[in-house]
């Protein structure tokens, strides 16, 4: 099991695990892992251990404004063509 970073750490680091996006996000686990299956979230594939890692700023703004569409009332199909 690997050692869990620190919130500063997280913070500053270039990519981040899907629990490290639940820290910075407050989104919940669910709703992300939902977004990523639905192609909402983009992410690189670890290749040693399979780890997903998203792009900390951009994955960050991204979710912003998927939650912004959400409050406009924005179904997930229509999310997804607004985002595409």
């Known amino acids: 099991m690997s050692r869990q970073r620190s919130m500063e750490v997280i913070e ?5 695990t ?5 820290l910075l996000s407050g989104v919940r686990y669910s709703t992300l892992k939902f977004y990523t299956e639905e192609g909402m979230l983009h992410f690189e594939q670890a290749e040693e251990n399979l780890t ?8 960050l703004e991204r979710i912003l404004w998927i939650k912004k569409l959400k409050e406009d009332g924005l179904s997930i199909p ?6 595409e």
Do not use: H, P, S
Request: glycine content about 4%; aromatic content about 8%; charged content about 40%.
């Open 12 to 16: 500053n680091a270039d990519y981040v």
């Open 18 to 22: 899907i629990g490290e996006l639940v």
């Open 52 to 59: 997903r890692r998203y792009k900390r700023a951009e994955t």
């Open 78 to 83: 229509q999310i997804k063509k607004e985002i």
